[in-house]
C-alpha cells in the first residue's frame, strides 16, 4: 500500500465516530429533503406546471383544482425545500423553479416511475385515454419539418404558458378554445399539436378533434420542456 493509500485510509479511519455519523445522517437527510418536497402529488403537479414557466398562486390553483390557500402551503413547501423561488410582480407573487436541474428532476422521476412503478401506466391510460390511434412525431421530425415550412405547429397550453415561452411559429389556441378555432388553422398543411409533455392530454384532445373534421394531425411526442432541455429552438418572453 503506498503512503498516500495508507494516509487515506488511516485519515477514513478516525474520522468514523459518532459526530462523523451525526454529520452524515444530517447530510442525507438534507439531500432527502428533496425527495420529500416531491412526495406529494400536487406539489408533483406544481412542478410540472412551472416547468412551463412562472405563475401566480391564482393561476396555479385553478391549473391543480386546488384553493388558493392550500396551493400556497404546497408552495411554501417546494420554497423550503428550494425548489421554487419567488418574484414580486406589482401586487402579486409568481413563483418559478429555481433552475432547469428542477425540471430535470422531475422529468427523470417521472421516467422512472414509468419503468418500475407498478400500475402507473395503467393509472396514465385511465387518464388520458386509449392513445394507440394517436400518430406520434418525434423532436428531431418536427424541426426538420418546421424548417421546411411542411407543418401547423399548434400550441395548446394557455396563453401564460405560451408567452413564457412556444415552439417558433406556433399557434397558440387554448384547450378551452380548440372547437371554436381549429377551423381557422392554416389548410394545406398537416399539424403538430403540443402541450406539457407526455403526460398531458391537450394535445391528444386537438389531435382527435382534428381528425374527427378530417384534417391530418400528430402529436409530438412529448412537450415544450423537453423539446427545450433537448437544445431546440424555442421563443422567449424575454426575446
Known amino acids: 500500500m503506498s503512503r498516500a493509500a495508507y494516509a487515506v485510509?488511516?485519515?477514513l479511519e478516525q474520522g468514523a465516530d459518532v459526530g462523523d455519523r451525526q454529520a452524515k445522517d444530517a447530510l442525507y437527510e438534507a439531500?432527502?429533503?428533496v425527495g420529500k418536497a416531491l412526495g406529494n402529488g400536487r406539489r408533483a403537479e406544481?412542478?410540472?406546471v412551472l416547468a412551463q414557466g412562472e405563475r401566480c398562486v391564482e393561476e396555479l390553483a385553478g391549473e391543480i383544482g386546488q384553493s388558493v390557500a392550500n396551493t400556497s402551503q404546497h408552495l411554501q413547501f417546494l420554497l423550503r425545500a428550494g425548489l421554487v423561488?419567488?418574484?414580486r410582480d406589482g401586487p402579486r407573487v409568481r413563483y418559478s423553479?429555481?433552475?432547469e436541474a428542477v425540471g430535470a428532476l422531475w422529468r427523470a422521476m417521472r421516467e422512472v416511475a414509468h419503468e418500475h412503478v407498478a400500475r402507473?401506466?395503467?393509472l396514465a391510460a385511465g387518464y388520458l385515454g386509449d392513445r394507440s390511434h394517436l400518430v406520434t412525431i418525434s423532436r428531431e421530425e418536427l424541426l426538420a419539418r418546421m424548417r421546411a415550412g411542411e407543418v401547423v405547429v399548434l400550441d395548446v397550453r394557455p396563453p401564460a404558458e405560451y408567452a413564457a415561452g412556444h415552439l417558433p411559429d406556433a399557434v397558440n389556441v387554448p384547450p378551452d378554445e380548440l372547437g371554436a378555432r381549429l377551423a381557422d388553422l392554416p389548410a394545406g398543411r398537416p399539424v403538430v399539436a403540443y402541450c406539457r409533455g407526455p403526460l398531458c392530454a391537450y394535445a391528444d384532445a386537438a389531435v382527435r378533434a382534428l381528425a374527427a373534421a378530417g384534417r391530418p394531425a400528430l402529436?409530438?411526442?412529448d412537450g415544450l420542456p423537453e423539446w427545450a432541455a433537448a437544445g431546440l429552438p424555442v421563443?422567449?418572453?424575454s426575446a
Do not use: P
Request: proline share 0%.
Open 9 to 11: 485510509k488511516r485519515s
Open 46 to 48: 406544481l412542478v410540472d
Open 31 to 33: 439531500l432527502a429533503s
Open 120 to 122: 402507473v401506466d395503467d
Open 235 to 237: 421563443v422567449r418572453a
Open 97 to 99: 423553479l429555481t433552475s
Open 85 to 87: 423561488r419567488t418574484r
Open 219 to 221: 402529436r409530438l411526442v
